[in-house]
């Protein structure tokens, strides 16, 4: 059975850093899209940056170009999203999510087959 598990939330003051971790059980996603999605109290899940590992393509929603950065280690199935300045507009739970198919980062949270749990982050102003 497939498992995402996201960790690293938290609280944190406004221009600090997190890393987020989704580490994934089950199967291997060595040649897989992943991608990370946030979303806010009542608003709709969105994408936040997603890469695909056989192509190296990586693509960020602009508002987090420059301050997110998405890596992985492959000996632990761990994707890990950096996340450096961040902002009060940052604040969401945030998820790492899995394409079985297809080597294109896609922004649609539809295009994803598999979630993790989420993780909160709070940014304070």
């Known amino acids: 059975q497939v498992q995402l598990v996201e960790s690293g939330g938290g609280l944190v003051q406004a221009g600090g850093s997190l890393r987020l971790s989704c580490t994934t059980s089950?199967?291997?996603?060595?040649?897989?899209?992943m991608a990370w999605f946030r979303q806010a109290p009542g608003k709709e899940r969105k994408f936040v940056g997603g890469?695909?590992?056989?192509?190296?393509?990586?693509y960020y929603e602009d508002s987090v170009k420059g301050r997110f950065t998405i890596s992985r280690d492959n000996a632990s199935n761990t994707v890990y999203l950096q996340m450096n300045t961040l902002k009060p507009e940052d604040t969401a739970v945030y998820y790492c999510?899995?394409?079985?198919?297809?080597?294109?980062?896609?922004?649609?949270?539809?295009?994803?087959?598999?979630w993790g749990q989420g993780t909160q982050v709070t940014v304070s102003s």
């Open positions: 089950g199967r291997t996603f060595s040649s897989h899209t």
């Open positions: 890469t695909n590992w056989r192509t190296s393509n990586t």
């Open positions: 999510a899995v394409r079985s198919v297809g080597l294109t980062v896609v922004r649609a949270p539809g295009a994803y087959d598999y």
